[in-house]
């Protein structure tokens, strides 16, 4: 089997880092699944793989209805049992931490941290526009065939020869230019967040190339890792995968803005209160961005990459463009499809909301990181669970539970969000979003490693790599492409009106008397008075005469309700029985013809 594939056949994992930040940096109370789950789900069931699937493909939304006992027993081979790790494994492991590390700080700089910090300056439409900066994680794909296809073996430079390889010919320049952007973000970060109209469109270009970048990383690193580790230990990259990305996810969301709070640094950290962050935004830039280039210079220096060994032809790119085609024109791959894209609707305002409706009604940030914290060593224990529980040929029995679970959870987040107390946030509420969190996240872990087995079970072994690429690629557009519509729709039914400071009405007696007094004193204040005050123009107008934005009627409890009914009859009318044909169906419906392919695959 040519590399490109092979490479992708037993790892799979070009697409798998991205689902686990976008989950996490959308988690909502209830719904968010934190990316220590795979870390658990994958040390239970990895064993119990084929050889070629013993990967970490992506799972999204999709449940299926009671188990189908007609549903063909699609086999597993067992594990032959844990060997153990030579020290070049080890090496090789710990390599491929730093390098998943790395790619996690711009993962968790765009899918989590940015959206709370722009929250404060900009509307939930913008916020929406942003989030389109996360998108080159769900297509990758489109050149995924290109990184494989494509590298160069040596340098040559004034000083000499730099010996590159398949891998760091693509890994060396997309680190170095990630870490210049970095810096360049670090640089000038301050003066994009804090203008009084923040540039939405040109702070999204910026983070759309980094993660543009970061996510072409991922593909070289996926593929390098099998040639890093021996044959029998390749299961631990996907494992080095998770606990790096996670770990520099973490960093650049959970654990920067506890540190970018100055109240956490104060009750914590500080014998006396000071009016600055311990850790700015500017300063973690460009430390990342010294750390990116410092691995950068080592790998290019220092690590020497072993040629790949195969008696097989290699597919070109267009090749491998043309196997997924045919993949595509499969129906039931069209309609598995069709589900990928339409099951995360039910709670897309649950994941892309709801945190920012507990900060935005006085929740701290640093609480909400430490609950997500809280949540993680829980993730490794239920993770285990959840894989045990989805073993078998009924991989999607699991989705139907989960999938009520979260549509259930998006519920409970909404009453959650209105009663956010208004004095200072006690322990008994705290306790119930921690517990809410962490339930919340094992429904996700179960769906996620449902169909995890399932797309295990259906990929070509052939083309297995190929297979759960565009598998994982779609699972993951399926949790984007709502997400820009919801923000939209949150701010579409939200009414906001400008009015006197401290009023809990614009038209209140207290309003009313303020609003006299402005338009005694300020000439043009009567156009601005009562006004919409959900837009930036309008936000920005209110401001200027002193007033305040009172809301009305919030527009989050519509969007959700709606994300709600819409999952619930799609899961009833659709995805359901769909699932069920699907799931019944023999493993060769699955498989495609290549004799049409260049560098035939043998």
Not at 259 to 274: D, Q, V
Not at 444 to 471: E, K, R
Not at 507 to 528: C, E, F, P, Y
């Amino acid at each position: 089997m040519p590399p490109a594939l092979r490479q992708r056949e037993r790892l799979a994992a070009a697409a798998s880092a991205a689902e686990d930040a976008a989950l996490l940096a959308g988690s909502s109370v209830g719904s968010g699944a934190s990316g220590a789950a795979g870390l658990g789900a994958r040390a239970a069931s990895e064993q119990s793989l084929p050889a070629h699937a013993r990967h970490r493909p992506r799972g999204s939304s999709v449940a299926v209805d009671f188990e189908d006992k007609d549903a063909p027993q699609q086999g597993r081979v067992e594990g032959q049992g844990e060997t153990e790790l030579s020290r070049k494994d080890k090496e090789a492991i710990a390599l491929l931490v730093v390098l998943y590390l790395l790619q996690g700080i711009p993962v968790g700089l765009a899918f989590g941290t940015m959206p709370f910090l722009l929250k404060a300056r900009l509307s939930y439409s913008d916020i929406g526009v942003f989030m389109l900066a996360t998108y080159p994680y769900s297509l990758k794909l489109l050149w995924s065939p290109v990184v494989d296809s494509n590298w160069v073996g040596n340098l040559r430079t004034p000083l000499g020869t730099l010996s590159l390889g398949r891998r760091k010919s693509w890994i060396v320049p997309i680190q170095t230019i990630v870490g210049v952007m970095l810096w360049f973000l670090g640089s000038n970060v301050d003066r994009l967040l804090l203008a009084p109209h923040p540039d939405v469109y040109l702070i999204t270009t910026l983070f759309f190339t980094l993660v543009f970048f970061a996510a072409t990383q991922d593909i070289a690193v996926d593929g390098w890792a099998l040639t890093l580790l021996s044959q029998e230990n390749l299961s631990y990259a996907s494992t080095a995968q998770t606990v790096g990305l996670n770990t520099g996810y973490f960093c650049s969301f959970t654990v920067f803005l506890a540190f970018n709070s100055t109240e956490f640094g104060n009750k914590y950290f500080r014998s006396a209160p000071l009016d600055y962050p311990m850790l700015s935004l500017s300063a973690y830039l460009k430390f990342s961005a010294i750390a990116y280039l410092a691995v950068t210079a080592w790998l290019l220096f220092f690590k020497q990459e072993d040629a790949e060994a195969t008696d097989k032809p290699e597919m070109d790119t267009k090749s491998v463009y043309g196997v997924m085609w045919r993949i595509c024109k499969l129906k039931h791959v069209q309609a598995f499809i069709l589900v990928h894209f339409v099951a995360k609707i039910g709670f897309q305002a649950n994941d892309a909301v709801t945190n920012l409706k507990l900060v935005e009604k006085g929740f701290a940030k640093e609480d909400l990181a430490l609950a997500v914290l809280i949540d993680f060593p829980f993730q490794l224990v239920l993770g285990y669970l959840a894989a045990r529980w989805s073993k078998g040929a009924n991989a999607l029995r699991p989705w139907l539970i989960g999938y009520v679970a979260r549509l259930g959870f998006a519920l409970v987040a909404m009453a959650l969000v209105r009663g956010v107390p208004t004095q200072p946030i006690g322990m008994p509420y705290f306790i119930l979003i921690i517990s809410t969190t962490v339930l919340g996240s094992f429904a996700s872990t179960v769906q996620f490693v449902g169909i995890s087995a399932f797309h295990t079970q259906i990929a070509d072994p052939l083309i297995g790599g190929t297979y759960m690429t565009l598998l994982n690629t779609v699972s993951n557009l399926g949790g984007t492409w709502p997400r820009y519509f919801v923000l939209k729709a949150v701010d579409y039914f939200t009414v906001s009106a400008c009015g006197a400071p401290g009023a809990h009405h614009p038209r209140s007696a207290a309003a009313a008397a303020w609003t006299a007094d402005k338009l005694a004193a300020a000439s043009g204040a009567h156009a601005v008075i009562g006004q919409e005050c959900v837009s930036d123009a309008g936000k920005a107008a209110c401001a200027a005469v002193g007033g305040a934005c009172h809301v009305l009627r919030d527009g989050y409890y519509a969007t959700s309700s709606i994300c709600i009914a819409l999952g619930a009859v799609l899961l009833v009318v659709f995805i359901t029985p769909v699932c069920r044909r699907l799931q019944a169906l023999p493993p060769s419906a699955w498989r495609v013809s290549l004799s049409n392919t260049k560098g035939r695959v043998a």
